[in-house]
């Protein structure tokens, strides 16, 4: 029954014995009754139309005859429904008709019972009953062949293009992660509060990168699950983005070693970042480094299909258009019990795989192929990387080009000096003013600038570059900032060097920074004072270089402002009206008070009865109740209705504002009810 | 990993290391679809563009050749979403063409019914098209050629124009190549212009670009509208079209602010062609006045507005764009593409330098120092007055006065940007100067006598920029330009370029173009911007500071 050869069903069966998913029964082999509940129909369990069969099957035979006489329309029907699991909603079409009566296709396929209904557990859902679909496959399960795998689309490629697109983006990726992180280093990214990362900041990144948004999700997601990357608070305790410690031992190591490192973290990733920018159930995009953002199927999809494109003869890539859904099948055949993101997962990982250059072209790179083995592909990618150059190209438009990837150490001491100007296998750096005074901040000296580019190059330095870092030098340091608290300025230097040498003075931190005058670390409060008492005298200069003089105010304290005269009216006004509506309530509290009878309460159920009671006499009662906050009110109204365990009743106490005023009360929370006049 | 002289950066610059023995071959095979943005010393940068790989695409080439080119001569793996992204952008172009149709005149038909629908739909082009005939076939209202061209592009679906030209009333033209002959690169972009129909030919100030005008016109036998950009330009038109070509003096018109001739062949300014007057251009009339069969851009680069959108109710007419760079201050390349056509025609300088076609260039940048009262002055200024205030220092002076001095003999050019200025040096210096007041006829009195070699000095203002002819200047002297204007500085050396006769002994000119600019100013800044362009030109430029300039200061510099 089962479309496969003989010999293989019995391996198969023998296999499944074995495993104990199935025994020999007395009536024959039979499933686990677990194995059946776990393989319930349906089109992902790819037994389409395998549906319990009727109680009185017809041969197929019969069948078949009856399937003959079909109106092609029906006929369709009848394959569609099949092909989509064997159930449909029976919708508009009667049941229990002659063949004769039927209208419509659905309800000629009913007629001959080849829709019947599924049963009363699920109104209005009809099926195929299972003899009709074994009749139709001609008596068997399944409409292909279920032991030979589905073939894979492949298409060959040339060799030169997959082996440069793939060591390309390989370079490319962990440039980038570089890029990134080094960026982050310095202007580190704020995270959301559930440690993702925002739209804004994944957009920055990835101008910065120069990639799309998605490629730049993907670097993201890979620098942090191998362990890059990491949050932590920046100074006002907000959490950020930063690259880790072990990023720095990363940095140092040859490119082919930091590939490996990032390629083993994406295989073993659950991470989604393809999801990115989609909206997730709760419509809200999907952020970056968000923790819900994976899924468990995801590293298998990976090891699937790296594991199947590696299969392949070399040279052979899938082929475009038909070789992605090919790969996705040929996974639905090696797993059949995997979920319906599968064909999502699987063009996830095949398009990731090409942005980190496992894949070049759709063709498995192969030093991709060492790591699908277990193997360690740092080998096979170092020997195709190109080597790195140790020198750089200065040209008189003060730009250095690095034909070729840069020496790790020469390309950090470059950029301190040059700023990048183009990304790739080489690198274009720019000499700028503004570069140049960077190196000079962070303490390189003009020699040594001179001396490393002239060592790094190999051409004869260009005279305008000379002369660019002479001239920033020239200007570096002219302003200097420095932090003091307070001042003395006095046209009489010999005062000042006095005063600078005054024993007294040493607590004061004087600093002289021009002939006519000293800077002190203690401010002026305390500096004024022991000056009087060294014996100057000093007067206070103001921000707008005006000198006070005289004594220092006495303490005064702001007086504070005085209520006008129309806010006392008012005030007044507002206490009066307050007094009214207080002796108001009390009145009116009085006499409700003077009306309510003795017996306050109506013991249990007598509540709905007072209820009904007053809603026949059409009068008002006072109910306490419980309200939604568990708050214990009072209200007078007038009961319309009781049905339903609720009170519908007109609110006395609002029907001055709105004598409409309508509101539902729930019966078990009223407690009593009493009558009112 | 093959060994080629090309590095492909994944921001789509192509890196051409110069002294790779494969780099003449490799720069040959990418100069159909790269842009050459940069060529210093060692490394040449180009630059794949939209606009330069529909160019390519216009030029025939396809996206494999493209393809397999950057993959033979690269040194390193080529990005993949490069590749992907080349051809995608080369296959915009073309699904789109626009055709002439028997019955109804112009269409624009697609190869790709999606893109057609597209474009339907479009904001841009909504009101330029008619009647649909059929579901690949739309009726464009003939008026609106040119601006559906532009449209077009903007969306990023330029359309591949095949509705032809009109001959125009022909009119017989022929070069007169007596003792000259039309030299390798002008009868090349003579011709790749007339084989694209219409187009942009790039040349170096200098090369002969008005050369390349007159073999268009030979080609086209045609009545000629040329476009100039000023009134002077246009009489070095006309004595150059006499000189090398079978038209006569009657046969050439000119059409400016004064003289109003409309004659087979008519040479206009943009000024007078532009002016409006009550709202309306009352010049308009000249294009229609004759059945012109070829109109010629002179300086495409600086085509103002106003012309682009006239230009595009002339889209049956053939079209020649001169120009020595398509960079645009205002980014408008774009509108050049889709309106004058592409890129038909370019050559690097270097290589015509090297041919020996234009003069070698010696750039020096001469810094001033301000002294200490200048300093003040500028320090507190508006920050719109700081930039005159440093071009117009006097410190300048003794400097122009000292390069003058090192230079006696050789024809020297003193070019300036402030009419005051350049009065001052005029007076300290005993030369004559030109500016926009001068009359156009002593202004011609003064060239001819520079040309002739009767004036040796001679102060310009920035009248000088365009189109004029002194192939007897050696030394320009630049002492404020127009802020960090790249393409005047490539104007401006352009005045030198132009090969003398050679020497006695056989040696060439080399030209000296020095700048002078004050130190620690916005004139600095300046400077550097326009500098770069020329380091990027291939020309390496020294800076000195004045006092290095190696004589003892002038009586009267501080």
Not at chain 2, 378 to 388: D, F, H, K, L, M
Request: aromatic share 4%; hydrophobic share 45%.
């Amino acid at each position: 029954m089962v479309h496969a050869p003989a010999d293989h069903v019995v391996a198969t069966l023998r296999r499944l014995l074995d495993l104990a998913l199935a025994w020999e029964s007395p009536e024959g082999l039979r499933p686990l009754s677990i194995v059946g509940d776990c393989l319930i129909g349906g089109v992902e369990a790819g037994v389409s139309g395998l549906r319990p069969r009727s109680p009185h099957p017809r041969p197929a035979t019969e069948l078949l005859a009856v399937i003959e006489t079909l109106t092609p329309a029906a006929r369709a029907l009848l394959d569609h429904v099949i092909d989509g699991g064997g159930s449909a909603k029976s919708g508009s079409a009667r049941v229990g008709l002659r063949v004769e009566d039927a209208e419509t296709p659905a309800e000629l396929l009913i007629a001959h019972r080849l829709l019947v209904p599924a049963g009363s557990l699920q109104p209005g859902l009809l099926v195929v009953p299972g003899e009709v679909g074994l009749a139709l496959r001609s008596g068997r399960t399944t409409v292909h062949p279920v032991d030979e795998p589905p073939a894979l689309a492949t298409a060959p490629r040339p060799a030169r293009l997959t082996s440069s697109a793939s060591v390309g983006a390989a370079t490319d990726v962990v440039r980038r992660t570089g890029l990134l992180l080094e960026w982050w280093g310095t202007r580190p990214a704020s995270a959301l509060r559930t440690t993702g990362l925002g739209v804004r900041e994944l957009k920055a990144t990835a101008a910065h990168l120069g990639i799309s948004e998605q490629e730049a999700a993907l670097v993201i997601e890979v620098a942090s699950e191998a362990g890059l990357a990491a949050t932590r608070a920046d100074a006002d305790g907000n959490p950020v983005w930063v690259p880790t410690d072990e990023f720095d031992r990363w940095r140092d190591r040859p490119v082919a070693e930091q590939w490996t490192v990032l390629a083993r973290a994406w295989l073993a990733s659950p991470r989604l970042p393809s999801l990115v920018g989609e909206r997730g159930p709760d419509q809200k995009p999907w952020n970056v480094l968000t923790p819900e953002l994976s899924a468990s199927g995801m590293p298998e999809a990976k090891t699937m299909v790296l594991e199947l494109l590696a299969g392949l003869p070399d040279g052979e890539g899938l082929a475009a258009g038909t070789g992605l859904p090919s790969l996705v099948a040929r996974i639905a055949w090696e797993r059949p019990r995997r979920p319906r993101t599968r064909p999502d997962l699987v063009a996830w990982a095949v398009a990731e795989a090409a942005v980190l250059g496992l894949v070049g072209a759709d063709v498995l790179a192969p030093y991709a192929r060492a790591l699908v083995a277990g193997e360690d592909p740092t080998p096979v990618l170092a020997a195709l990387l190109p080597p790195p150059v140790d020198h750089v190209l200065l040209q008189a438009d003060l730009t250095a080009v690095a034909p070729g990837p840069l020496e790790p150490d020469l390309a950090r001491r470059l950029e301190q000096v040059a700023d990048v100007e183009s990304h790739g296998a080489a690198t274009v750096y720019r000499f700028t003013a503004g570069s140049v005074r960077r190196a000079l901040d962070a303490g390189w000296t003009v020699a040594e600038i001179h001396a490393f580019v002239l060592a790094a190059s190999r051409t004869p330095v260009p005279q305008p570059l000379t002369y660019l870092v002479e001239d920033v030098a020239r200007s570096f340091g002219r302003l200097r900032v420095g932090a003091a608290a307070a001042f003395i300025r006095s046209d009489d230097e010999a005062a000042l060097v006095g005063l600078l040498n005054h024993q007294r003075a040493s607590t004061l931190g004087l600093q002289r920074i021009a002939p006519t005058v000293l800077i002190s670390s203690v401010p002026i409060e305390v500096l004024l004072p022991r000056l009087r008492e060294i014996g100057a005298a000093p007067v206070v200069e103001g921000p707008d270089g005006v000198v006070r003089v005289g004594a220092v105010d006495g303490l005064r304290a702001r007086t504070p402002r005085t209520r006008e005269a129309a806010d006392a009216a008012r005030a007044a006004a507002r206490h009066a009206a307050h007094v009214t509506s207080a002796v108001r309530s009390v009145r009116e509290g009085d006499e409700e008070a003077r009306s309510r009878p003795a017996s306050a309460s109506a013991p249990g159920g007598g509540v709905l009865s007072a209820l009904r009671e007053a809603v026949e006499r059409r009068g008002a009662v006072i109910i306490g109740f419980t309200d939604n906050q568990g708050v214990v009110a009072e209200r007078t109204v007038r009961p319309l209705v009781v049905e339903g365990g609720q009170l519908l009743a007109r609110d006395e106490d609002a029907a001055d504002d709105d004598p409409d005023a309508e509101r539902r009360y729930a019966v078990h929370r009223i407690s009593r009810v009493v009558p009112v006049g | 990993m093959s060994d080629g002289p090309l590095i492909v950066q994944s921001d789509k610059s192509l890196l051409l290391e110069v002294d790779h023995e494969l780099a003449a071959e490799c720069r040959k095979a990418i100069a159909p679809f790269a842009e050459l943005e940069r060529s210093p010393e060692h490394i040449h940068t180009y630059r794949l563009t939209p606009l330069g790989l529909w160019n390519a695409r216009a030029a025939g080439h396809d996206a494999e050749q493209v393809v397999d080119t950057l993959l033979t001569y690269s040194r390193y793996p080529v990005p993949h979403a490069l590749l992907v992204d080349v051809a995608e952008t080369m296959s915009r172009f073309g699904r789109l063409r626009l055709e002439k149709h028997p019955t109804h005149g112009l269409v624009l038909t697609s190869t790709d019914r999606p893109v057609l629908e597209e474009v339907l739909r479009a904001k841009k082009v909504a009101g330029m098209l008619g009647a649909r005939l059929d579901p690949d076939t739309v009726v464009v209202h003939a008026s609106e050629r040119g601006n559906l061209k532009q449209a077009l592009l903007k969306i990023g679906w330029p359309a591949e124009d095949y509705a032809g030209y009109v001959d125009g009333e022909a009119h017989a033209i022929a070069l007169a190549q007596d003792g000259w002959t039309l030299r390798s690169y002008q009868a090349e972009a003579a011709e790749s212009f007339w084989h694209g129909g219409s187009g942009v030919v790039v040349l170096p100030c200098g090369a002969g670009k008005t050369i390349v005008g007159a073999a268009a016109m030979a080609e086209a036998q045609a009545t000629t509208l040329i476009l100039v950009t000023n009134t002077v330009s246009a009489r070095q038109w006309k004595d150059e079209l006499i000189r090398r070509t079978s038209l006569t003096a009657e046969e050439i018109g000119e059409y400016s602010g004064t003289v109003k001739e409309i004659r087979p062949v008519t040479i206009a300014t943009y000024q007078v062609v532009t002016t409006k007057r009550k709202g309306v251009y009352p010049h308009l009339e000249l294009f229609d006045a004759r059945d012109w069969g070829l109109i010629v851009y002179d300086e495409v680069h600086l085509l103002p507005a106003p012309i682009f959108r006239m230009t595009a109710d002339l889209q049956a007419r053939r079209r020649l764009g001169l120009t020595a760079t398509l960079v645009r201050e205002d980014g408008r390349e774009g509108d050049v593409f889709s309106l004058i056509g592409p890129k038909r025609y370019d050559a690097p300088w270097k290589d015509i330098e090297a041919q020996g076609w234009i003069a070698p260039a010696d750039c020096i940048e001469v810094r001033v120092s301000l002294p200490h009262v200048s300093r003040m002055v500028y320090a507190t200024a508006e920050p719109e007055e700081r930039y005159r205030l440093a071009a117009c220092t006097p410190e300048k002076l003794g400097v122009v006065r000292e390069l003058v001095a090192k230079h006696a003999g050789q024809p020297t050019l003193v070019i300036g940007q402030y009419l005051e200025q350049l009065d001052e040096l005029a007076t300290a210096l005993d030369a004559p100067v030109i500016t926009g007041q001068t009359p156009v006829k002593e202004r011609q009195r003064l060239f001819e006598g520079f040309r002739s070699g009767e004036i040796g000095l001679l102060v310009v203002s920035k009248v000088a920029n365009f189109s004029i002819d002194l192939p007897s200047a050696e030394v320009a002297i630049q002492v404020s330009g127009s802020f960090g204007s790249r393409q005047e500085e490539a104007q401006r050396l352009g005045r030198l370029l132009r090969p003398g006769e050679p020497g006695p002994d056989g040696e060439r000119k080399v030209a000296h173009f020095y700048t002078i600019v004050s130190r620690d100013t916005v004139d600095a800044e300046f400077a550097q911007n326009r500098q770069r362009f020329l380091a990027e030109q291939g020309y390496a430029y020294r800076i000195i500071d004045a006092e290095d300039l190696g004589s003892t200061p002038s009586a009267d510099q501080v």
